[in-house]
C-alpha cells in the first residue's frame, strides 16, 4: 500500500500560477508512472499530465504549453507547476501513481479554484 498526499491548491486569480505536490509514503521507482487527474463539477475525471519512470512526460492539449510535471525520487514527491491559469482549470485535482500487477493509487484531492 501507499498514501498518496496532494498539497498546494488553493483560490487563485486568472493568469495565475499555482504548484502542487504529491507526496508517497514510500519510493516512487516502484510506480512506472504518476500523474495529475482533474475533476471539474459535473464533469468526469480527466488526465492533466503524467510522467513515467524514466522522465517521460505527456502533457493534456487542454493544458499544454502552461502546466509542467515533474518529479523528485529523492523526496519521493511529484509535483505539477500550473501556470497562466484560467477559470476553467477549476477542479479537484488528484494524484495517481501506476504500479505493475497492482493497478492504481489515488490520492484525496486537492481543490484549485480559479477566480477573480
Known amino acids: 500500500q501507499v498514501q498518496l498526499v496532494e498539497s498546494g491548491g488553493g483560490l487563485v486569480q486568472p493568469g495565475g500560477s499555482l504548484r502542487l505536490s504529491c507526496a508517497a509514503s514510500r519510493s516512487i521507482f516502484s510506480f512506472y508512472a504518476m500523474g495529475w487527474y482533474r475533476q471539474a463539477p459535473g464533469k468526469q475525471r480527466e488526465l492533466a499530465a503524467v510522467i513515467t519512470g524514466s522522465g517521460g512526460t505527456n502533457i493534456a492539449d487542454s493544458v499544454k504549453g502552461r502546466f509542467t510535471i515533474s518529479r523528485d525520487n529523492a523526496k519521493n514527491t511529484v509535483y505539477l507547476q500550473m501556470n497562466d491559469l484560467k477559470p476553467e482549470d477549476t477542479a479537484v485535482y488528484y494524484c495517481?501513481?501506476?504500479?505493475?500487477?497492482?493497478?492504481?493509487?489515488w490520492g484525496q484531492g486537492t481543490q484549485v479554484t480559479v477566480s477573480s
Open positions: 495517481n501513481a501506476k504500479q505493475s500487477g497492482f493497478g492504481d493509487y
